[in-house]
C-alpha cells in the first residue's frame, strides 16, 4: 500500500518560538526610540491674552522657550525685568481730575534684588467680568520719547495713565463695570490683574485710557 504525504506540515515550535521573539523584539525596539525621539515637554506660564496687539503693544514675538531669570530675582536673560519680579499698582494722582478725564499712575517696583531695565510703553486694557475678559478698546500711546530705565532692587519707575469719562462718549459707549486693567510691563508678554473698580465702555471705539512710557 502506498502511504500519503501528511495534509499538513507540523511548523517545529523552535521557529515559532523565535518568530514570537522576533516580533516582540521588533515591538520593543519600537517603542524605545519613539520615547527617546520624542521632545521635552516646555510650560510657558502666560496669562490670559486679548485680542488684538493694541493690548500688549511693546510685547515681543512669543517663543517656545521661557526667559531664563536670574538668581536674585530680577532681570530676564537680556536684562529687562521679568513681570514675575515686579509689583504693579494704579493711582489717581491727587488733583488728577480734569474736565472729562482723570490722570493717574502706573507704578512698576522691582521686588528682585538684581537691577533691571525697563524701556517703553506698557500695555493697558480695561477687564471685567470676573475673568479677565478684555473690555473696549486697549489704551492709545502719548506722543512722549522713550528711554531706558534702570530699576534697582527695591525701586521703582512709573508711566502715566489718562482716563477718560465714560460720559464723553454718550451713549456710543455702552457703559459697563469693570473689575480693573490688564497691563503687560513693557517688554513683555506676561500681564498681570490690577484692581481698579470703575466703569469702562464696551464699545471698542471709545478710547478711554491712553499711556505714556515708562518714566
Known amino acids: 500500500m502506498t502511504r500519503r504525504p501528511p495534509t499538513s506540515a507540523a ?12 516580533t516582540a523584539g521588533a515591538c520593543g525596539t519600537g517603542s ?7 521632545a521635552p515637554t516646555v510650560t510657558v506660564t502666560t496669562t490670559a491674552t486679548p485680542s488684538a496687539a493694541a493690548s500688549s503693544p511693546d510685547a515681543p514675538p512669543a517663543t517656545s522657550s521661557p526667559r531664563a ?3 536674585s530675582g530680577g532681570g530676564s536673560g537680556d536684562g529687562t525685568c521679568a513681570t514675575s519680579a515686579l509689583r504693579v499698582a494704579y493711582a489717581d494722582d491727587p488733583g488728577g481730575a480734569g474736565a472729562g478725564s482723570v490722570n493717574g499712575t502706573l507704578t512698576f517696583t522691582n521686588t528682585g534684588s538684581a537691577p533691571c531695565t525697563l524701556r517703553g510703553f506698557p500695555g493697558v486694557s480695561f477687564v471685567g467680568g470676573g475673568n479677565g475678559t478684555q473690555v473696549g478698546q486697549a489704551a492709545t500711546r502719548t506722543d512722549d520719547s522713550v528711554t531706558t530705565k534702570t530699576v534697582k532692587g527695591g525701586g521703582s519707575v512709573e508711566a502715566a495713565l489718562r482716563r ?14 469693570v473689575d480693573g486693567f490688564r497691563v ?8 498681570v490683574f490690577v484692581t481698579f473698580p470703575t466703569t469702562g465702555c464696551r464699545s471698542t471705539s471709545a478710547a478711554l485710557l491712553q499711556v505714556g512710557p515708562v518714566r
Request: hydrophobic letters at 30%.
Open 164 to 177: 477718560s469719562q465714560p460720559g464723553n462718549y454718550g451713549s456710543s459707549c455702552d457703559q459697563t463695570k
Open 11 to 22: 511548523v517545529p515550535l523552535a521557529l515559532v518560538a523565535g518568530a514570537v521573539l522576533l
Open 32 to 38: 524605545d526610540q519613539g520615547g527617546a525621539g520624542a
Open 184 to 191: 503687560y510691563p513693557p517688554g513683555s508678554t506676561e500681564a
Open 69 to 71: 531669570t536670574s538668581p
